[in-house]
């Protein structure tokens, strides 16, 4: 498992939910996600195993690693210059239900 030790400048947001927060940097291309929760990295890892193999035409490998000294994930930046993240949790709040 890798090791990285982040300048404070990275430290780019602390996101909250229900569940609560998770503290993201960005430095020299990628992003980095403190797991606060115990699991919160291991479960993007998985996801991005997952989605290796399909026939996905576009994803972002998640790798587990140390970020300073806690546990996390880090994945290269997968968004192009005119592109913005729209996580699910937000998609979710806003979409309105189909009947």
């Known amino acids: 498992m890798n090791k990285y030790i982040l300048s404070p400048r990275a430290l780019t947001m602390v ?3 229900s569940i609560g927060f998770q503290p993201k940097y960005y430095e020299h291309g990628y992003w980095y996600k403190e797991d606060i929760t ?3 990295g291991i479960l993007e890892y998985l996801i991005s195993l997952v989605f290796k193999y399909p026939s ?3 994803f972002s490998a998640d790798e587990r690693c140390m970020i300073d000294v ?3 994930s880090c994945s290269k930046h997968f ?4 592109e913005v993240f729209i996580s699910f ?3 979710s709040k806003i ?3 189909i009947v």
């Open 56 to 58: 996905a035409k576009s």
């Open 95 to 97: 979409a309105k239900p």
């Open 89 to 91: 949790q937000r998609v």
């Open 79 to 82: 968004l192009d210059p005119n």
């Open 38 to 40: 115990g699991y919160k």
């Open 15 to 17: 996101i909250g939910s």
């Open 70 to 72: 806690k546990s996390g």
